[in-house]
């Protein structure tokens, strides 16, 4: 087997930009085409063993995720990425390595008692790259009450607004993701999600014209920007005690101010139930701008998932779930129309 050495991180900012994105998809379409070995063990790392596999996909997008303990009792978590070109697994892998340093750098000392993992190390050798960070200990927020989650929710929320105000200055080290970002790549999603449900093919045709009717109504051109995580589900924020750790920051970007909202929308209306979802919606969401902002981008988001994700993964039913409670529910409550008698003067 293998035996690896970790350096320390020492290497030259890599955020998730655009371009970043684009060459990472066109090596991952190149890749299909190509003939890439998976073969390999996981490899030991010196003064560490192998305890625990949680996350293993043998395709050309893997990650593979372990868990590692010293001789004195220490854990830690190796991420490592086998690839034949630099394809979008290896963009994510670095940006969040790279951001967890900034989330960590910027969250010192904050009264909100939230935390991000440290990277320990990064390793590139040829074809494999190895993300090193601690371990850190807490239950997955799916495990809590429906009033814990969303008082977690808001307290995450919040912190990013925080920490955006607090980087103004270095705005152009982050990558940012901006309208035309979305207004451009929207098709393309569209197109693909509609051919997996092609039976659907008219509910995909309205999501269209709510979508680009809600967006184009908003402020695109001077939009704000805040730091937005764009994967906060119940597995990716644990909490122990006082403290919430959120974790897998590999998607986050500066992205428009309400995109973790429409996010969020998706991953826990099935737990918070439709009624409670608008509800803290509602909260969240003041003015007719950022509502009307929230229904553009909740629906790319979904969109995007419909078009990625494969139908058996448990991502895409969630979607489709979803995206009946939008269009029955979440849209006409967040547009004014009547929704069956609920108070929506009502706030949580």
């Known amino acids: 087997m293998e035996s690896y050495r970790f350096n320390k991180i020492i290497m030259q900012t890599h955020f998730l930009t655009i371009q970043k994105l684009i060459k990472g998809k066109i090596f991952d ?64 892998l670095l940006n969040e390595a790279h951001m967890l340093q900034e989330l960590n750098k910027l969250s010192v000392g904050n009264s909100f008692q939230i935390k991000f993992p440290k990277v320990l190390a990064v390793n590139e050798i040829k074809d ?126 500066l992205a428009e101010e309400g995109t973790d909202i429409a996010i969020i929308s998706q991953f826990f209306t099935k737990d918070f139930g439709i009624d409670n979802t608008i509800k803290l919606l509602y909260e969240l969401l003041g003015t007719y701008e950022q509502k009307k902002k929230f229904l553009a981008l909740t629906i790319f988001y979904t969109i995007q998932t419909l078009a990625l994700e494969e139908k058996n993964n448990s991502f895409y039913k969630m979607s489709e779930d979803y995206l009946n409670s939008l269009l029955k529910d979440i849209i006409p409550a967040m547009t004014g129309e009547n929704r069956g008698g609920l108070d929506l003067s009502y706030r949580i």
């Open 29 to 92: 379409f190149i890749e299909r085409f190509s003939d890439v070995s998976y073969s390999r063990g996981y490899g030991n790392v010196k003064n560490y063993s192998l305890i625990e596999l949680y996350k293993k996909q043998i395709n050309s997008h893997s990650i593979t995720t372990g868990i590692y303990k010293s001789k004195v009792g220490r854990k830690i978590i190796i991420k490592k990425l086998i690839f034949k070109y630099k394809n979008l697994a290896y963009e994510h």
């Open 128 to 253: 494999e790259i190895m993300v090193m960070r601690e371990f850190v200990h807490g239950e997955p927020l799916k495990f809590f009450s429906n009033k814990f989650k969303v008082e977690t929710l808001k307290k995450i929320l919040c912190f990013f607004t925080i920490l955006s105000d607090s980087i103004k200055k270095n705005h152009n080290l982050f990558s940012k993701r901006k309208p035309i970002h979305i207004l451009l790549s929207f098709p393309f999603y569209l197109i693909y999600a509609a051919k997996k449900d092609r039976s659907n093919i008219f509910t995909y045709l309205k999501l269209a014209y709510l979508f680009y009717k809600s967006y184009l109504l908003t402020n695109i051109f001077s939009p704000k920007y805040i730091l937005a995580h764009r994967d906060l589900h119940p597995g990716n924020i644990l909490c122990d005690r006082n403290t919430i750790f959120v974790i897998d920051p590999d998607m986050c970007v």
